[in-house]
C-alpha cells in the first residue's frame, strides 16, 4: 500500500510512476477523498469541541435556575453529540474507500526498471552455461521414458487437469531436489529454515498483497482459509503487526511448502506436463530487511538462485523485468530462465522480487531505529530458490540420453543413495 502523506507532498511524480505501470492520474482521487476525509475528521473535532463546551455550561445554567438556558443547552449537546457520530461515522466510511482504492493500486517501480510492454521486453543482464547439445531431437519432460513416474492420467482422474501423481524414481527425484535446495540456503546461504501453514487467514493474504486484487488467482476453503499461492504470505507476514529491534535485521527465511494457484487467466498455456499446474511445491526464500539494505539483498537473494542451479550444471539466464511485466507489489524482479532443451527455450524457474515498504505498510510491519526516533516501515522480499517441479523437468531434460535414460547432477547424488541416473525404465540406478 502507499504512502497517503508522501502523495499529499509530491502528487506530480507519484503519477508520473504510476503512469508507467499504465495507470493515469491516479493522485486525484486519492486526494479527493484524502480531502473529504480529513475535511469531515475536522468537522467531527470542531462539533467535539462545542459539545464539550456546551457540557460544561449546563450544569452553571441548572445550579443557576436558569430551565430555558438548561434545556437550550442539552439540546445542544445532544445535537452535537449526534454529529460528533455522524460526521465519524463519514470519515471512516471514507477511510475505508481511501484505504481500498491505495490497496488496489500496484506498487512503486525502481529507477533500474526498464519501460516495456510484456516479457518481450525484458533486459537480459546475464547468461550461464552453455546449454546442451543433443545427436537426437531433445523430448520434453513428459515424453521421456525415465519419466514414466509422472502419471497425469491418474491425476486427473483424481483431481482433473493441472495435477499430476509422482511415483518411484519421480518421487524420490523430487523429493531430492527440494532437500539439496534447503541445504543449500540454510547451510551455505545462511536462510533460517521455517516450516509454515498452508492456510491462511484472509489478512495474511492482503498483508502480501495477494487480494484483493488477485482473488481468484488463489482457493478459500469454506471456513474462509485460503491455500497459500506461495509460502511468501506466511514467512514474510511472520513480522506483520510487529516492531522489530533495528539490529534483528536483516531476517532471511526459507521454507519448502505446497503451493496453490487457479491459474485464473491461463487457459490454453503450459497445459502438457507439470510445467503450470494448480498445486505445485516451491522452495521459497524472504527477506526482512533496513529500508538501506534491501537493493542490496535483491542481489544476494538473485545470487542464492542462481547458485542452485550453477550447482545443478543447468544453464540459465537472468533478466531484469520491465514495467509491462513487473508483478504487482514488487518494484523490481530479476526473473532466472532455465534452459529446457525440449522446448528449445529458457523459461522462467524463480521471480526475485524487492517491495520495499508496500507489504510492510499492509501489515503494519516496523523496526525501532537503533539511535532512536520513530519506527520505520521494513523492506520485503521474496523469492523462488526454486520451484521444484520446474527444476525437476530441467533436470530431466537437460540430462536426458538418446535411450530415453537420464543423466542425474553430481550435487544430487548424495541425496539418491549414490544413484547417477534413471534408467530408460524408469528405475534409479
Not at 484505504?99 to 493500486?105: E, N, Q, R
Not at 491418474?154 to 495435477?163: C, D, E, P, V, Y
Not at 537437460?398 to 544413484?419: F, I, M, R, T
Amino acid at each position: 500500500m502507499h504512502d497517503i502523506k508522501a502523495i499529499r507532498e509530491n502528487p506530480e511524480e507519484f503519477d508520473a510512476i504510476m503512469a508507467r505501470r499504465g495507470v493515469s492520474d491516479a493522485s486525484s482521487s486519492i486526494l479527493s477523498i484524502d480531502a473529504d476525509r480529513r475535511a469531515m475528521i475536522l468537522a467531527a473535532e470542531t462539533a467535539q469541541a462545542e459539545q464539550n463546551a456546551a457540557s460544561k455550561l449546563v450544569g452553571k445554567a441548572k445550579a443557576s435556575g436558569d430551565e430555558a438556558e438548561f434545556e437550550r443547552l442539552r439540546a445542544l449537546v445532544g445535537e452535537k453529540k449526534a454529529e460528533v457520530a455522524r460526521l465519524g461515522e463519514d470519515a471512516k466510511a471514507k477511510d475505508q474507500d481511501l484505504t481500498d482504492l491505495l490497496m488496489g493500486l500496484p506498487n512503486l517501480i525502481h529507477a533500474d526498471v526498464p519501460d516495456g510492454d510484456d516479457e518481450d521486453d525484458n533486459v537480459e543482464i546475464r547468461r550461464w552455461g552453455t546449454p546442451p547439445s543433443f545427436a537426437f531431437t531433445p523430448r520434453e519432460h513428459y515424453d521421456l521414458p525415465a519419466a514414466q513416474g509422472l502419471d497425469f492420467e491418474t491425476a486427473a482422474k483424481l483431481s482433473g487437469s493441472r495435477f499430476v501423481v509422482m511415483s518411484g524414481a519421480m518421487a524420490r527425484l523430487h523429493r531430492a531436489l527440494a532437500q539439496f535446495m534447503l541445504d543449500l540456503h540454510v547451510d551455505e546461504h545462511g536462510l533460517t529454515e521455517m516450516i509454515t501453514p498452508v492456510l491462511v487467514r484472509e489478512a495474511a493474504m492482503y498483508g502480501t498483497n495477494q487480494l484483493p486484487k488477485f482473488a481468484e488467482d488463489s482457493y478459500q476453503t469454506t471456513n474462509g482459509w485460503w491455500l497459500i499461492p506461495t509460502s511468501e504470505v506466511t514467512l514474510t507476514n511472520t513480522v506483520s503487526g510487529e516492531t522489530l529491534a533495528e539490529d534483528a535485521l536483516p531476517i532471511c527465511m526459507t521454507a519448502h511448502t505446497q503451493c496453490f494457484r487457479s491459474e485464473a487467466g491461463s487457459a490454453g498455456k503450459d497445459t502438457a506436463g507439470m510445467l503450470r499446474q494448480h498445486q505445485f511445491e516451491k522452495v521459497e526464500m524472504v527477506s526482512i530487511t533496513h529500508p538501506d539494505d534491501s537493493m542490496a539483498e535483491h542481489e544476494r537473494m538473485t545470487r542464492r538462485a542462481e547458485t542452485v542451479l550453477e550447482k545443478l550444471g543447468l544453464a540459465y539466464r537472468t533478466v531484469i523485468l520491465c514495467t509491462g511485466d513487473l508483478g504487482f507489489g514488487a518494484i523490481k524482479t530479476h526473473d532466472i530462465e532455465v534452459w529446457l532443451p525440449g522446448q528449445n527455450t529458457y523459461r522462467e524457474i524463480s521471480s526475485v522480487s524487492v517491495c520495499g515498504a508496500f507489504q510492510a505498510r499492509r501489515m503494519n510491519a516496523r523496526f525501532k531505529p537503533a539511535e532512536g526516533g520513530k519506527p520505520e516501515f521494513v523492506h520485503t522480499l521474496n523469492g523462488s530458490g526454486l520451484a521444484v517441479g520446474r527444476a525437476l523437468i530441467a533436470v530431466l531434460e537437460n540430462g536426458q540420453q538418446e535411450d530415453g535414460s537420464v543423466d542425474l547432477p553430481e550435487a544430487l547424488h548424495p541425496y539418491l543413495g549414490g544413484k547417477t541416473r534413471v534408467s530408460s525404465e524408469g528405475q534409479l540406478a
